[in-house]
């Protein structure tokens, strides 16, 4: 039972590329999510969706956009890197009921 | 909308005593669920434990506790026989029992529990 498999760890770009942070997982989940840390501003929501077909925004949407076409895989897209998109990246899936998420380890992401 | 608050950002324990971490939270709500994660230096987030408002019973998770105080809002953690391992940031979280957006969490910004041999 792998959970939530979350890749790249680690990814260095440059202002301005594109890339597609990717999210699975193989628990049935019907809520996904995506997280940003930050130091000193904890975690914060960037989309979310409740279940294949379904997307909103959360909290932080600016520069990023998600598509859920299955139950398992909630890609996060950053459609022009800048400077400020630079933090950790936390995907996070649950049951629909208040079940406490599962996380994925995380992707640090440096823009440059 | 929903706050969480965690007053304590640094705290420390000896090994083997214990130590509570405060969470204070804000909400109109009746039916919602707290957590405690705990992130360590490898930066997994791990579910430590899970609370319903609806239910008055304490959780416990062999050396975690919580003390849930629903009029007062307050979900405090109790480790206990604090280990080493334990040395990590400990965030409560709030979720919503509502749906749709309401079901994101709400995070505090943190406490981070240093564990002294």
């Known amino acids: 039972n792998a959970g939530v498999t979350q890749t790249p760890k680690f990814q260095v770009l440059k202002t301005g590329q594109s890339m597609t942070l990717q999210c699975a997982q193989d628990?049935?989940?019907?809520?996904m999510s995506w997280y940003r840390q930050d130091p000193g501003m904890g975690l914060r929501l960037i989309h979310y969706?409740?279940?294949?077909?379904?997307?909103d925004q959360g909290e932080v949407p600016n520069g990023y956009n998600v598509s859920r076409s299955t139950t398992e895989d909630f890609p996060l897209r950053l459609l022009s890197a800048a400077p400020s998109q630079t933090s950790v990246y936390f995907c996070a899936s649950s049951y629909r009921a208040g079940g406490g998420y599962t996380f994925g380890s995380g992707t640090r992401l440096t823009v440059v | 909308a929903q706050t969480v608050t965690q007053s304590q950002p640094e705290m420390s324990v000896q090994e083997a005593e214990t130590v509570t971490l405060s969470c204070t939270y804000d909400?109109?709500?009746?039916?919602?669920?707290l957590f405690w994660y705990k992130q360590p230096p490898s930066r997994q987030m791990i579910l430590v434990i899970r609370q319903e408002a609806y239910k008055q019973q304490n959780a416990t998770e062999n050396r975690f506790s919580v003390n849930f105080q629903k009029a007062a809002k307050s979900f405090s953690l109790k480790i206990s026989d604090s280990q080493l391992g334990d040395a990590a940031m400990y965030f409560c979280?709030?979720?919503?029992?509502?749906?749709?957006?309401?079901?994101?969490?709400?995070w505090g910004l943190g406490t981070s529990l240093a564990v002294n041999p």
């Open positions: 969706s409740v279940g294949a077909g379904i997307t």
């Open positions: 979280a709030y979720r919503s029992d509502g749906a749709g957006n309401n079901r994101k969490l709400i």
């Open positions: 628990m049935n989940h019907e809520y």
């Open positions: 909400t109109s709500e009746s039916d919602y669920y």
